[in-house]
């Protein structure tokens, strides 16, 4: 009895970690795809004469995108099915990603930028359910754990690889383009360890972006830092006189402090008693990194050190910012927060390189950290606020 009871677990085991497979090679891609894509873009832009404030407009396409897509995750996945949609989404953005190569108007970069981030939000949702839903009880921290180091991973691989493909020809789209496509090889392995999409278990997600403001204002903020400091980290560095792959190469050291300082961050946010002086800190360390910058960036190797901190504690906005929304809700009313939490960083994705670059129209190089620290001491305002009057 012992034994016949043992192999439906171990089969239960082998489907969770195929579908765990599955949906991370596929977020994972995503981040590939947003870590190559939002540098490599702006460089060909810059290099053609467009203004930081035209880059920074193309860069927040993606934010409209996002907001776009997020309500339509679950109607597409009940009536298609998770894997389906997965399927059709990687090809969408696949396609979307390559198309940038033959096309060389501003008006239709725009239009693949809608189509590229459409495609990489539904995947961004939908492989976040199929985790959650796969991942067992008991080993779910560390599911979370894993998805948010190979989400990084993906982030930092993207500025490695540009910095080393550059911007010229067809290789860095093709290559992004592999990746994409790559990833739906695991997806129709795990065809059969689907979820369920019920449509009539979806909660309206708006009222939520109101329950826990220092938990979707976090993820705001790390979608506007994150996009629009990526976005415009390479203009800024150009104008500054970094090369392009020195200034890559300081996209990955962001990267890198977002892969190894993740798990520390979530490990320690469950030893915090309350996540939001985590979140302060989080938000404190991100503004004293750009008051810092302007006077030591001709350095730079003290930019890459100072890059690595700051990019940890971007990420820490993330990823505590998820755990406090996860301590304050449960059941049905937690999966609508995770969508207002989606749609909050979309927001953050439109906005922040539309202000950022408007900053540096403005101020010049030096707007690129005064815009980014407006964003981190407004928030920091808030957690700090909401600290003082002891509300989520």
């Known amino acids: 009895m012992d034994a016949s009871r043992s192999q439906p677990d171990q089969t239960r085991v082998r489907t969770h970690w195929r579908a765990l497979v599955a949906a991370i090679a596929t977020i994972s891609a995503v981040g590939v795809a947003i870590g190559l894509g939002i540098p490599l873009l702006s460089v060909i832009l810059e290099s053609r004469g467009h203004s930081a404030t035209m880059i920074g407009l193309n860069a927040a396409v993606a934010g409209v995108a996002s907001i776009i897509a997020a309500p339509f995750a679950a109607p597409i996945a009940a009536r298609?099915?998770?894997?389906?949609?997965?399927?059709?989404?990687?090809?969408?953005?696949?396609?979307?990603?390559?198309?940038?190569?033959?096309?060389?108007?501003?008006?239709?970069?725009?239009?693949?930028?809608?189509f590229l981030h459409f495609a990489l939000t539904m995947l961004f949702i939908l492989s976040e359910y199929w985790i959650n839903a796969a991942a067992p009880p008991e080993r779910r921290g560390l599911v979370l754990g894993i998805y948010g180091t190979v989400l990084s991973m993906g982030f930092a691989l993207g500025p490695w690889l540009f910095a080393h493909i550059g911007s010229s020809g067809i290789m860095p789209f093709a290559v992004g383009f592999a990746i994409i496509i790559l990833a739906m090889v695991p997806v129709m392995f795990a065809w059969n360890d689907s979820?369920?999409?019920?449509?009539?278990e979806h909660v309206p997600f708006a009222p939520f972006i109101w329950a826990v403001p220092t938990a979707t204002a976090a993820v705001f903020v790390f979608g506007a830092v994150e996009t629009g400091g990526f976005a415009l980290f390479p203009v800024f560095g150009a104008r500054i006189g970094y090369t392009e792959a020195n200034a890559a190469l300081l996209l990955t050291t962001i990267g890198l402090g977002n892969v190894l300082m993740q798990i520390p961050i979530g490990l320690l946010s469950d030893h915090v008693k309350d996540r939001r002086k985590l979140l302060l800190a989080c938000s404190v360390i991100g503004l004293a990194g750009m008051c810092l910058l302007p006077f030591i960036y001709l350095n730079w190797y003290l930019v890459a050190a100072l890059l690595f901190v700051w990019g940890g504690a971007v990420a820490g906005l993330y990823t505590v910012g998820l755990a406090h929304l996860g301590s304050q809700l449960t059941g049905r009313e937690l999966a609508s927060a995770n969508a207002a939490f989606v749609f909050c960083y979309a927001i953050g994705m439109l906005v922040g390189p539309q202000a950022i670059g408007i900053g540096m129209d403005l101020m010049g190089p030096g707007g690129f950290a005064i815009s980014l620290a407006v964003f981190f001491a407004a928030y920091a305002l808030l957690v700090g606020g909401r600290l003082l009057r002891r509300h989520g």
């Open 80 to 114: 298609l099915g998770v894997v389906p949609t997965l399927l059709i989404m990687l090809l969408i953005g696949g396609l979307s990603f390559f198309g940038f190569h033959f096309f060389t108007q501003f008006w239709v970069w725009v239009i693949l930028r809608i």
């Open 195 to 200: 979820p369920d999409f019920h449509e009539e």
